[in-house]
């Protein structure tokens, strides 16, 4: 079956540290990978994903690659911000499958 | 677009109580999931529908919970008899398809249910 393994948290940085969650994968068939972020008091959004292997999803100077030969898709941020305290959640997908979430990492970032 | 819509978006009731949690979806969507939010368990899909048919309901907990779409606009999550136990976010997403073909889930804002 399908099951995704994040770096457990919390995660604490100060600002305009370098950033990594890791995250790791099992999966049937072809997977597509997602990072969705869910900030205090809110659903979760889409951050960023990617569909097949080797492709990078980016958003809001976050990235992430898809690697099918490690089974990983790690978030990686230069420089976090405040603002970016939030709880990161690595999910996959398959085909005519539902999502499968990670267990969520807890980020503060501290002024 | 308004995106999810969920109401209410907090509810406190006492234990024995039925308690419906209410979701209008993006229009447009053919998918629908009802996801649970605890300290202790974290997110968990309780159930979801394709075109307003229930495909899989294995996470819901028991008896006490049942889930309808009656229309591609709206579902309903409705606990009855409510328990503390059941405390936790109640989180509606829709999207256009069910995620494997990189598929977005969009979420509502969430109903926080507190059983006293």
């Known amino acids: 079956g399908n099951s995704v393994t994040q770096m457990e948290g919390p995660v604490t940085l100060s600002e305009e540290a370098f950033l990594t969650i890791n995250c790791t994968y099992t999966a049937t068939g072809y997977p597509s990978l997602f990072w969705y972020v869910q900030y205090p008091g809110e659903g979760l959004q889409l951050l960023l994903k990617a569909t097949k292997a080797d492709d990078k999803g980016s958003n809001k100077g976050f990235e992430a690659t898809y690697r099918k030969e490690t089974t990983s898709f790690h978030l990686e941020k230069g420089s976090v911000q405040v603002s970016d305290s939030a709880v990161y959640f690595c999910?996959?997908?398959?085909?005519?499958?539902?999502?499968?979430f990670g267990e969520g990492t807890q980020l503060t970032v501290n002024p | 677009d308004a995106g999810v819509i969920q109401s209410p978006r907090h509810e406190v009731t006492e234990m024995g109580q039925e308690v419906t949690l209410r979701c209008k979806p993006i229009s447009g969507h053919d998918y629908l999931f009802w996801y649970r939010q605890t300290m202790m368990r974290g997110l968990e899909l309780l159930i979801y529908f394709n075109n307003n048919v229930p495909i899989d309901d294995s996470g819901m907990p028991e008896d006490r919970f049942s889930a309808k779409m009656p229309n591609a606009s709206f579902s309903t999550l409705k606990i009855q008899p409510s328990e503390p136990r059941d405390s936790a976010v109640y989180f509606c997403?829709?999207?256009w398809g069910s995620g494997g073909g990189g598929d977005t889930q969009y979420f509502g804002p969430g109903t926080r249910l507190t059983v006293l």
């Open positions: 999910a996959l997908g398959t085909s005519g499958s539902r999502l499968t």
């Open positions: 997403a829709s999207s």
